[in-house]
């Protein structure tokens, strides 16, 4: 079903525009802490520079830079992650998804909190992006 | 017994509005959570986690949990939508 789009134009503009909104998409996931943006926002733009990436490119390309399998993978790196930083807290001798207790040994305090949340946003864009991108192509895999 | 079945609905509809009534309107600022809860999140959220904007540190610090619980299902509606359609396509 999907097949490399004829035109060259679209081909080109789509390979240079890939990049600008995975940075994008990093830059909202960043700007969580400052403004609208976050963990969830993020991902789904991550997912649709991938997305693109499918419509445009064609199915050979398109696979060969991002396989399906990792996909799944990413998702439940994503979610590991967001696990990992509530347990990890209950070892060193906090409540579960305390970040004050996150065993980084330079912060401490306030600005150890800031990092935790951090951590998570970034394990919740993991799991959105990699989410996305498996049911999308469950749906246009054919037989 | 099927007929019992739209009565029954409407019932639960109409109990569960009755239920509603008692909450406190939108935005009264009188209600608990307007005057224990939002004032602790607004004053204490920039020195506990240095983070500017309050709607993130809530979400993500305060009330983490449930942000646990929301990717959760975010994951596994893909798995489960995953599984449905492994079974028509191959």
Known sequence: MIGRYESPIVQVVCSVLIPFIQLFALYVIMHGHYGPGGGFQGGVLLAVSIMLS??????????????????????????????????????????FLDYAYLPIPWVSGAPLRYLGILIV??????AVFG???????KLVEER | ??????????????WMLYATS??????????????????????????????PNIVTAVLA???????????MVIFTAGLACVLILMRKGS
């Open chain 1, 54 to 95: 499918r419509l445009c490119l064609g199915k050979e390309v398109s696979h060969r830079k991002f396989p399906p399998k990792l996909a799944m993978v990413l998702a439940s790196v994503g979610m590991l992650i967001y696990v990992l930083a509530g347990l990890v807290p209950m070892a060193t001798g906090g409540a």
């Open chain 1, 121 to 126: 946003e970034m394990g919740i864009a993991l």
């Open chain 1, 131 to 137: 989410t996305l991108v498996l049911v999308f192509d």
């Open chain 2, 1 to 14: 017994m099927k007929w019992l079945t739209i009565p029954i609905m409407v019932l639960f509809l109409a």
């Open chain 2, 22 to 51: 008692g909450l406190p309107s939108r935005g009264d600022p009188q209600a608990p959570a307007s005057v224990y809860v939002s004032p602790f999140y607004i004053e204490r959220s920039f020195e506990d986690t240095e983070t």
């Open chain 2, 61 to 71: 610090d305060y009330r983490g949990y449930d942000t646990l619980g929301e990717t």
